[in-house]
């Protein structure tokens, strides 16, 4: 009687333990499939932030295209040549150093997407994850800053040019007499316009950092999905 106790004894705990393995490994596959879910998740959006990072590069490129062929010579000209009034309505571009400016946006689907998987997931803080946040964080702090800086700028002057009484036909009738008589009467005009200038290369040189170091991240997301 004893050795059937034993051996029934035996045997139930022998059944246990298989219960019990078997449970460990569906929840290690269990594991396994939602850690394997995250990571495919993560994969999507390093390739969401790759376009985004591809449409920002087109975005700026054409940008400081736009920027060298037009605004760029227009500023050196007002400020370094000595421009007749037939020179000033011969090219209107000149007119635009004193206001105008593209507010640019950096796009951010991508990234917002990765922070809230990394936000569910410490081990998904890691590697790539790491270099798109500090890339993120020290770009768009630094655009933004400059783009602020332009934008204050850009309202100063505006402020300013409004005191003018030519302003209104300037403004409404494309009048340019008015403004051409006040730039050479009033020397804080092409201060101001400097000034603008400076603020404006800062911007564009923070816009072509952007634009580095976006490249060297794109080369990063291809050589990390093509390892997996």
Request: proline share 1%.
């Amino acid at each position: 009687m004893e050795n059937k106790t034993s051996k029934y004894f035996k045997y139930a705990i022998g059944e246990i333990v298989l219960v019990v393995i078997g449970i460990l490994i569906a929840l290690q596959i269990n594991n396994w499939n939602e850690s394997r879910k995250q990571v495919n998740t993560q994969n999507a959006i390093y390739l969401i932030v790759k376009e985004d990072l591809e449409t920002d590069i087109s975005e700026f490129e054409l940008f400081i295209q736009e920027y060298n062929k037009l605004q760029k010579p227009a500023f050196d000209a007002v400020l370094n040549k000595e421009l007749t009034k037939e020179d000033w309505k011969n090219n209107p571009n000149y007119m635009k150093v004193m206001y105008g400016y593209e507010d640019i946006g950096i796009s951010q689907r991508g990234i917002d997407q990765l922070k809230i998987i990394s936000d569910f997931s410490n081990n998904l803080g890691q590697g790539l994850t790491s270099d798109i946040n500090n890339f993120y964080n020290k770009h768009m702090l630094e655009v933004n800053i400059s783009t602020d800086e332009l934008g204050k700028q850009h309202e100063r002057n505006y402020i300013y040019f409004q005191s003018f009484g030519w302003y209104a036909s300037f403004l409404m009738q494309n009048k340019t007499d008015g403004f051409i008589d006040s730039f050479y009467k009033d020397p804080t005009i092409k201060s101001r316009i400097a000034t603008y200038y400076f603020i404006f290369r800062i911007y564009i040189k923070e816009l072509q950092n952007y634009i580095t170091n976006a490249n060297a991240l794109i080369v990063k997301i291809d050589y990390h999905l093509k390892e997996i």
